[in-house]
């Protein structure tokens, strides 16, 4: 069982960064990739960002490759979201989600194959 807290969303400006944070509890975190999903209002939930478990690979959705950073610390139980340049559509609510031994790409991009998720944290981008 694990249990998944995000943090660090808020208000701000079109260019402006934040760091999204995200608190996992249980023991074999380190069994568990890592990933970052949105939803805006009136559409779908989004693929944003994930991290294999073994670590060894990052994955992107288009729209925020080299603006946003998927980092995670295994000691700390911890998975972080450095958005960088970021634009009125990021606006949304950011979901924390763990999938254990994810490894493919295509599983990792799939939000019903994750097993654990956090309750969200709002990102709002002002223009």
């Known amino acids: 069982q694990a249990q998944l807290v995000e943090s660090g969303g808020g208000l701000v400006q079109a260019g402006d960064s934040l760091r999204l944070s995200c608190a996992a509890s249980g023991r074999t975190f380190s069994n568990y990739a890592m990933g970052w999903f949105r939803q805006a209002p009136g559409k779908e939930r989004e693929f944003v960002a994930a991290?294999?478990?073994?670590?060894?690979?990052?994955y992107y959705a288009d729209s925020v490759k080299g603006r946003f950073t998927i980092s995670r610390d295994n000691a700390k139980k911890m998975v972080y979201l450095q958005m960088n340049s970021l634009k009125p559509e990021d606006t949304a609510v950011y979901y924390c989600a763990a999938i254990r031994w994810g490894t493919s790409p295509q599983e990792l991009k799939t939000g019903w194959k994750y097993d654990y998720w956090g309750q969200g944290t709002q990102v709002t981008v002002s223009s």
């Open positions: 991290f294999s478990w073994s670590g060894g690979s990052t």
